[in-house]
T-cell receptor, first 114, second 110 residues
Framework: GAGVSQSPSNKVTEKGKDVELRCDPI?????LYWYRQSLGQGLEFLIYFQGNSAPDKSGLPSDRFSAERTGGSVSTLTIQRTQQEDSAVYLCASSSPLASGEQYFGPGTRLTVT | KQEVTQIPAALSVPEGENLVLNCSFT??????LQWFRQDPGKGLTSLLL?????REQTSGRLNASLDKSSGRSTLYIAASQPGDSATYLCAVNGDYKLSFGAGTTVTVRA
């Protein structure tokens, strides 16, 4: 079946602009995660959604970052007033409690802030 | 906070040699541990998932062990091939979010 998809695959934006990154999880997966992979920080957790519960936003680096998940499926990560340090690959993953919590990752969105 | 360390950072071996990749973590209260493969410019491919109650997991030429009490996992790749060249990441799940090591970059020389 279809895996996790993300769009766009690449995004170049000017400093100060807002960007939206999209994630479409595997159908039926109730949990959705966002991670960020950057040269200096490695792979780090950003935010977690589980069903209709309040999301765990503990990994978001600043209040410029926000995310929502509509209808328990597609998620959008929004970065406002982008800074050069936001340049990274943003990875989305999903999982199902029926699959022992194994997380499946999308191909990522490479964000470059100029 | 969970700290995950992978040793070595890089490894170069001739084709056919067995690979041993190490992962250590500081908090033994884990739910599961995943090994991933990442090719340059690509996302993460899950290789093996070991539940906290398991000691090892096998898939083809790959075998991963878990010693939760000592905070260690090892990934073994038998009879390496050039196609195994990639970065291998260990990730520990303490609740639901993954804590990642920095990875081991493997080069298998033909």
């Amino acid at each position: 079946g279809a895996g996790v998809s993300q769009s766009p695959s690449n995004k170049v934006t000017e400093k100060g602009k807002d960007v939206e990154l999209r994630c479409d999880p595997i159908s039926g997966h109730t949990a959705l995660y966002w991670y960020r992979q950057s040269l200096g920080q490695g792979l780090e957790f950003l935010i977690y959604f589980q069903g209709n519960s309040a999301p765990d936003k503990s990994g978001l680096p600043s209040d410029r970052f926000s995310a929502e998940r509509t209808g328990g499926s597609v998620s959008t990560l929004t970065i406002q007033r982008t800074q050069q340090e936001d340049s990274a690959v943003y990875l989305c993953a999903s999982s199902s409690p029926l699959a022992s919590g194994e997380q499946y990752f999308g191909p990522g969105t490479r964000l470059t802030v100029t | 906070k969970q700290e995950v360390t992978q040793i070595p950072a890089a490894l170069s071996v001739p084709e056919g040699e067995n690979l041993v990749l190490n992962c250590s973590f500081t908090d033994s209260a884990i739910y599961n541990l995943q090994w991933f493969r990442q090719d340059p410019g690509k996302g993460l491919t899950s290789l093996l998932l070991i539940q906290s109650s398991q000691r090892e997991q096998t898939s083809g030429r790959l075998n991963a062990s878990l010693d939760k009490s000592s905070g260690r996992s090892t990934l073994y790749i038998a009879a390496s091939q050039p196609g195994d060249s990639a970065t291998y990441l260990c990730a520990v799940n303490g609740d639901y979010k993954l804590s990642f090591g920095a990875g081991t970059t493997v080069t298998v020389r033909a």
